[in-house]
């Protein structure tokens, strides 16, 4: 019997050392306050891209009218506005002075690692304001707002 659960336990451990580790996600809130601008509702893309500023992932498109998109002018490049870079990302524009709260799970290997989180903002009648904010996605960053340089007054992020 001792033999039997001896086995069977080297064999479970064997086992797990053998299966490839599962990849860890982190739930990230995003958190988007746009300035009072004065104008109609915001287009904006969150998209990550590598240390080099190449486009990754989008992470959410808030503007429902795709043919829009191309004002979202840096993610519209890196995306190729393809729509399988955004289904099932989008949403509703951002009112001037109104907040964005977006959560996703994000893999651990993107913490730390180089990439940043860029914002692309338009208003119809307005300027569009490419990379209106780019944050570096780390540890010691997350809880520090940082200010946008158009209608994006903060971004922030948690995990």
């Known amino acids: ?14 086992a797990t050392l053998a299966l490839p580790p599962l990849a860890q996600a982190r739930e990230v809130t995003f958190t ?3 300035t009072n601008y ?7 893309a969150l998209y ?16 429902e009218k795709s043919k829009y998109y191309k004002h979202l002018r840096d993610w519209a ?14 949403g509703a524009s951002v009112a001037s002075g109104r907040t964005l ?5 994000l893999p651990d290997e993107l913490i ?14 307005m300027r569009d304001n490419r990379a209106d904010i780019i944050v570096p996605l780390t540890s ?7 200010s946008g340089k158009g209608y994006v007054q903060s971004l922030r992020y948690t995990f």
């Open 1 to 14: 019997m001792k033999n039997l659960m001896a086995t069977a336990l080297a064999l479970t451990l064997a």
């Open 32 to 34: 988007t306050e746009l």
């Open 38 to 44: 004065g104008g109609d509702g915001a287009y904006l």
């Open 48 to 63: 990550l891209t590598d240390g080099d500023g190449k486009y990754q992932k989008t992470l959410w498109v808030a503007g």
């Open 77 to 90: 490049r890196g995306s190729g506005q393809r729509s399988d870079e955004y289904d099932g990302l989008t």
């Open 101 to 105: 709260d977006l959560t996703l799970d």
């Open 112 to 125: 730390d690692a180089g990439y940043e989180v860029r914002v692309d903002t338009a208003v119809e009648d």
């Open 140 to 146: 010691e960053g997350a809880d520090q707002p940082v």
